[in-house]
């Protein structure tokens, strides 16, 4: 037992000694705007959102250095803002200073190569003469997103092209996915998306509606005050920042004008908002319909809503007959519903 014991303990030295030796060096040098001189920049791990390392800014430039044991995703932050985006690793990292992509390491080049690539592709289809021409530059686009993650499935390269595809996902197409690169399971935002896929899929057409409340300026108000109670309900989980909601007010003011007195009610559920911001937009653009304040992550959550506007129709029972519709298809929905057809 006393040499077993012995052998446990030279393997763990040994293991240490070894991840020592694998260590690599990384200095990381970002430039920064005029008005950062002096402050503070934190290295932060994307994934998980724990702070790597810290620098001050001098003379425009925020420098960091130190080893590094396997690629990490990380980004800079600094007084609020979320900056640079790039492949923690071993190498001299910097950033390109008219975009911020990152250079200088063998996955960062990768990062940046298919910037390139994106941007090209972009730049095509914004001056594509007809549908067929950005058809196809959609689906080259969508190939290439494919064959990076692929052959990047083993690395934070791979794992930062799942995130920005992953929002279009189902939640079956996520679990196949995490199936076939497992790599990417490492990650806390690999199970929150697929979690969040799966509270998506529990809410589509033909699911009953799962209840909230929130509390605000001490009064409880409840999804379930308003749906469920023998009226068809249109619920609009929106922000005063943002543009397409606001844009939609002007599709739901015309479906509440038309439908109010047949039995359409309109609720507002303000997300992702501060209330004094959600109060001034209700003034500013006249909305006649009750809206629940400060509900903020607490039904996008329950939801899996990752974008706004969400706009959910309710049946009188509470059965959801619509989801995530806008302009005139929401119009068709509601009109089928409310006029019997």
């Known amino acids: ?15 240490a000694t070894a991840s ?12 920064m705007p005029d008005n950062f001189e002096g402050a503070t920049v934190y290295m932060t791990n994307f994934d998980t959102g724990e702070k790597i390392d810290s620098t ?29 985006v790039f492949i923690l690793e071993g190498g001299s990292i910097s950033f390109k200073a008219n975009n911020n992509q990152p250079f200088g390491s063998m996955l960062n080049d990768r990062l940046t190569a298919m910037y390139g690539e994106v941007e ?36 934070p390269v791979g794992f930062y092209v799942f995130l920005n595809e992953a929002q279009q996902y189902s939640a079956s197409e996520l679990r196949d996915v995490l199936k076939k690169y497992p790599y990417f399971n490492n990650f806390e935002r690999s199970k929150s998306i697929l979690e969040q896929a799966e509270r998506r899929e529990n809410t589509q057409p033909g699911k009953k509606f799962v209840d909230f409340e929130v509390t605000y300026d001490g009064k409880t108000s409840r999804l379930s005050d308003y749906v469920g109670k023998g009226h068809y309900v249109l619920v609009d989980f929106w922000a005063s920042w943002c543009g397409p909601c606001i844009r ?23 997300v992702w908002d501060e209330p004094e911001n959600t109060k001034a937009a209700i003034k500013q653009h006249g909305l006649p319909w009750e809206c629940i304040l400060d509900a903020q992550t607490i039904p996008t959550d329950l939801y899996g809503i990752t974008g706004i506007p969400c706009i959910i129709l309710f049946s009188p029972d509470g059965t959801i007959i619509s989801r995530d519709k806008q302009d005139d298809d929401l119009r068709a929905d509601v009109r089928a519903a409310m006029e019997g057809k």
Do not use: H, W
């Open 248 to 270: 939609q007010t002007k599709v739901l003011k015309e479906l509440y004008n038309e439908y109010k007195d047949k039995g359409l009610e309109v609720l507002g559920v303000a």
């Open 56 to 84: 001050v800014v001098k003379d425009k430039v925020a420098v960091f250095s130190g080893e590094i044991d396997e690629p990490v995703l990380a980004r800079l932050e600094a007084k609020g803002n979320r900056m640079n």
């Open 120 to 155: 090209a592709i972009s730049k095509d289809f914004q001056t594509a003469a007809d549908d067929s021409t950005r058809e196809a530059l959609q689906r080259k686009f969508e190939s290439l997103m494919s064959s990076v993650m692929e052959e990047n499935s083993d690395n």
């Open 1 to 15: 037992m006393k040499n077993f014991s012995k052998l446990i303990f030279a393997l763990a030295v040994g293991a």
């Open 20 to 31: 020592c030796a694998n260590a690599e060096r990384y200095k990381v040098q970002a430039p």
